[in-house]
C-alpha cells in the first residue's frame, strides 16, 4: 500500500534590512537583493529585473525620501507557491506618492525623472502606499 504525505503550501520567504538614506545604502540595497534572491535560489531573470527595481527604489528613497536621522527599510518577500517576488521600499517622507502619469511628463534631457519608466518596464505590477505617520512605500512584484 502505498500513502501521500500530504504537503504544506511553502510559506513565503521574507528578507528585511534596514538601510541608511545614503548613496551607500542604496547600493548595499543592491547587493543585499542579488545576495538574498541567489540564496532563496530565484531565477537569473528574476534576479537581474529585481537587482535593477531595488536600485533605482533605493537611489530614490536616499534621494528624495531621505529625512535626517531616519533610514529606509528594504523588504523582499519570495512567494513560491504563488509564484511571486515582490520588492518593498519605505522611506520617511510621505508627502507625495509616486504615479506613472508624473513620470512620463519627464523631459528628455533630464538627468533625473525616470525611475517609474524603469520600474514600469521592469515589473509586472508595482504601486506606493503610505506608511503613517509620515513616510511611503513603494512596492513592485514580478512573477517568477
Known amino acids: 500500500?502505498?500513502?501521500?504525505?500530504p504537503q504544506l503550501p511553502a510559506a513565503a520567504r521574507t528578507f528585511t534590512q534596514q538601510l541608511s538614506s545614503t548613496r551607500r545604502g542604496a547600493?548595499?540595497?543592491?547587493l543585499l537583493t542579488y545576495e538574498q534572491l541567489r540564496a532563496w535560489q530565484v531565477s537569473p531573470g528574476v534576479t537581474d529585473r529585481a537587482e535593477q527595481i531595488v536600485a533605482e527604489l533605493a537611489a530614490n528613497a536616499a534621494l528624495h525620501g531621505h529625512v535626517q536621522g531616519r533610514d529606509f527599510r528594504l523588504?523582499?518577500?519570495?512567494?513560491?507557491?504563488?509564484?511571486?517576488l515582490r520588492i518593498a521600499v519605505t522611506d520617511a517622507r510621505g508627502g507625495r506618492r509616486?504615479?506613472?502619469v508624473t513620470d512620463l511628463v519627464t523631459p528628455p534631457d533630464d538627468e533625473s525623472g525616470r525611475?517609474?519608466?524603469?520600474?514600469?518596464a521592469l515589473a509586472d505590477r508595482w504601486g506606493a502606499e503610505p506608511y503613517p505617520p509620515g513616510g511611503k512605500t513603494v512596492w513592485a512584484e514580478c512573477a517568477c
Open 115 to 120: 525611475v517609474l519608466l524603469i520600474v514600469t
Open 27 to 30: 547600493r548595499l540595497a543592491r
Open 98 to 100: 509616486p504615479s506613472p
Open 1 to 5: 500500500m502505498s500513502t501521500t504525505t
Open 75 to 84: 523588504i523582499l518577500t519570495h512567494e513560491a507557491a504563488a509564484g511571486v
